[in-house]
């Protein structure tokens, strides 16, 4: 059984998962092409992290929602560990955010990804999200996907 559940970044195992994270989105894309929070950002006032974990309590997946206080929100930081993919795991994070995000009245959720991560925008896709002209920090990156979905 997983469960998901809102959780602090500033945790050992919440740090390897970030590491993790960091070395397959390098493994794919330029440095300056990764716009991944880091801890600090990760732990900052309107910051949601939102986790999954196998019955075991092992950290396998997690998320996290900045709620840009005008409305909107951008998801970061989703991903999943090898031993979790195909479990359902990113659908039941992605269910827990967008579901904190609603609770605190953001209306539209953006986020950027990148072109290699199919299965990434093919689960966003199957979600509603669209695509989007590419904002903020991503503004003429081509190794940025940026998409986003009413939540209303």
């Given at each position: ?20 994270g ?10 300056d ?8 950002e ?9 986790v ?7 950290a ?26 195909g ?8 269910d ?14 953006q ?7 199919l299965?990434?925008i093919a689960?966003y ?8 002209e ?19």
């Open positions: 059984m997983t469960t998901i559940a809102i959780e602090s970044p500033r945790q050992p195992e919440i740090e390897a998962l970030l590491r993790e960091d070395a397959y989105a390098l493994s794919l894309y330029p440095p092409s990764c716009y991944m929070l880091d801890l600090d990760l732990a900052a006032e309107g910051v949601t992290v939102i999954a974990r196998d019955a075991d309590g092992v396998l997946g997690m998320a996290a929602l900045v709620d840009r206080a005008d409305g909107t929100g951008e998801l970061k930081r989703l991903f999943v560990r090898e031993a979790g993919r479990r359902g795991i990113a659908t039941a994070v992605m827990a955010l967008e579901s904190a995000a609603r609770e605190r009245s953001i209306r539209t959720l986020l950027e990804t990148g072109p290699k991560q299965a990434a689960l896709e199957a979600r509603g999200y669209r695509h989007i590419n904002f903020g920090p991503y503004v003429g990156d081509e190794f940025s996907v940026c998409m986003e979905k009413s939540l209303t």
